[in-house]
């Protein structure tokens, strides 16, 4: 009987610890965030509908990018060196090659009519603010002529799959602020200089993969400002399936032994099952004579 009675009292216990206090702390440490939206819903100021005219899109940008941008599978190379680009706009801006595959084209069409409401940073870049960002408005720009833009885009955009992609995909959407020192790769603007412009380093993103985990980064890279208000980061825009490929390359490059680890645990479980027979037996044999 009083076995029993312990056994009651540790199952309260421990269901008390399971069922009140763990999903409250997850609850403070871990708040819900709405989920990812990867239709962009809240940007509505192009009809993408329209269907783009490539040849046009192509001399909107040779007129409009290109004296910021590299484009070099288009080529067009980049015209500064890292440093001479970073001085002059505050950041490395990115190259385009890869634009029309990466980001979702409503994010990508209402970038480029309005950046800093596409990537939600109008708190730090008010309308009318002192500050302006570095990258103009194209709101001037007819919806016909910024779908012709994304329509080039897209049609100059390399086919690439597998780990190629998950890494052009990372470089192009996160490589103008971000390194990867595990994979060698160094962001394309210097640290000291995107601390001036971003107000905060941009942190190596070698290990974050294991120190936030794929659920955070899912939620994080689509909208940083609902985890973390008031965040520098901006929000990049890429469509779902290139956000898969970035946190692909983060695991191969921070957790390169995660498929080795997780097929070892099955055999580990089945030897401690072996053994725990196997010990059992053994019990059973040398406490044989005495009961
Ligand atoms: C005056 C220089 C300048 C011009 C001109 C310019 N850009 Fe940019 N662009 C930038 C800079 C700088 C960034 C990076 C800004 C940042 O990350 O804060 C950027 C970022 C981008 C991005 C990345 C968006 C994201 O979500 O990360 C795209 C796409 C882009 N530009 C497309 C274009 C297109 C298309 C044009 C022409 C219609 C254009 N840009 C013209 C400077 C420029
Ligand atoms: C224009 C620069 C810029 C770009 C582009 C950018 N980031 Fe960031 N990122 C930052 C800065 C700055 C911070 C630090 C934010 C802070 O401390 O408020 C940051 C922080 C982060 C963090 C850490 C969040 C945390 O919990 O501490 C992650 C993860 C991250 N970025 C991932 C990405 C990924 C993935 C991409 C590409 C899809 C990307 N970033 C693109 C500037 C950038």
Not at 56 to 76: D, M
Not at 159 to 168: L, Q, S, T, Y
Not at 201 to 210: C, E, G, N, R, Y
Request: proline share 4%; aromatic share 10%.
């Amino acid at each position: 009987m009083k076995e029993f009675k312990i056994l009651a009292i540790i199952v309260a216990l421990v269901g008390i610890t399971y069922y009140g206090i763990e999903p409250y702390a997850h609850h403070v440490m871990h708040p819900e965030v709405k989920a990812a939206d990867f239709t962009f819903g809240d940007l509505k100021n192009v009809d993408t509908s329209l269907a783009g005219n490539i040849d046009n899109g192509k001399a909107l940008v040779e007129a409009n990018c290109i004296a910021c941008h590299s484009i070099e599978k288009a080529g067009h190379p980049q015209i500064m060196s890292n440093a001479d680009a970073a001085a002059a706009y505050g950041v490395v801006p990115p190259d385009l090659s890869s634009s029309g595959r990466i980001y979702d084209k409503n994010y990508l069409a209402n970038f480029i009519f309005d950046p800093v409401s596409a990537m939600h940073l109008s708190h730090k870049y008010p309308v009318g603010g002192a500050k302006a960002f570095s990258m103009p408005a194209y709101n001037w720009m007819k919806p016909q002529e910024i779908m012709d833009v994304v329509a080039y885009l897209q049609s100059i955009a390399p086919k690439v799959a597998g780990k190629d992609a998950h890494k052009e995909t990372f470089a192009d959407a996160c490589g103008r602020c971000h390194s990867m020192g595990y994979a060698k790769f160094e962001a394309t603007t210097s640290k000291e200089a995107i601390k001036t412009y971003m107000g905060a380093s941009a942190p190596d993103l070698s290990q974050h993969i294991k120190s936030r985990k794929e659920h955070f980064l899912h939620s994080f890279i689509n909208d940083p400002q609902l985890l973390l208000a008031g965040t520098s980061m901006p929000r990049v825009g890429l469509s779902e399936k290139a956000q898969e490929e970035v946190i692909a390359y983060m695991e191969e490059v921070g957790d390169s032994k995660k498929a080795e680890r997780e097929s070892v645990g099955l055999w580990v479980m089945l030897y401690t099952f072996v053994f725990a027979i196997l010990a059992y037996l053994w019990k059973r044999k040398i406490w044989s004579g005495l009961h």
